[in-house]
């Protein structure tokens, strides 16, 4: 289902880091595949851990944060905090689910409180994390979803360090 990716795609953005052997492809054929991979990731998930999910409108990005809280033992509905920034829910972990779309830019982000000490000890999965640039850390898990609607997704799994090696496991 996965298999490493060896060459950086000329349309990923620049912040977004590559390396041979912390990278892999899947491909998920349905919202319901998408959701599935999503709580295999979460499965893995430890505290501390950042999740930026990559794509367009309608790429799936909730969806995969849907599934993602299913792995972390979430029964709560999930929905995307598009207008309030952060969703908080208790699991398995805290999950801490921020979506950035309606900001423009870090300053924004940061005077919105989307960085919080409590999300050391949780999973903090961020939707358009571009409006974050320059201020995420290399240590991260990059999700860069292409496809929308209920067409194929292919999604390119980055791990940003060894540390995230795991989910790499997890998306096979």
Not at 62 to 87: C, E, H, W, Y
Request: aromatic content about 6%; charged content about 25%.
């Amino acid at each position: 289902m996965a298999r490493p990716v060896r060459r950086r795609d000329p349309d990923m953005p620049a912040d977004m880091p590559t390396a041979a052997g912390l990278t892999a492809r899947v491909r998920t054929t349905s919202v319901a595949a998408t959701a599935a991979l999503g709580e295999r990731l979460g499965r893995v998930a430890a505290a501390g851990d950042l999740i930026c999910l990559w794509g367009e409108l309608g790429a799936g990005k909730t969806q995969l944060a849907k599934g993602i809280a299913r792995g972390l033992d979430i029964s709560a509905t999930v929905t995307s905090p598009t207008f309030i920034l952060m969703n908080e829910y208790a699991g398995r972990l805290p999950f801490f689910h921020v979506d950035l779309y309606r900001l423009a830019d870090a300053g924004d982000a940061l005077a919105g409180g989307v960085i919080d000490d409590r999300q050391a000890d949780g999973l903090t999965v961020v939707e358009w994390p571009e409006r974050m640039a320059g201020y995420l850390p290399a240590g991260r898990l990059d999700v860069r979803i292409e496809g929308s609607a209920e067409e194929a997704r292919d999604l390119e799994i980055v791990a940003g360090d060894a540390t995230y090696a795991r989910y790499l496991e997890a998306a096979r």
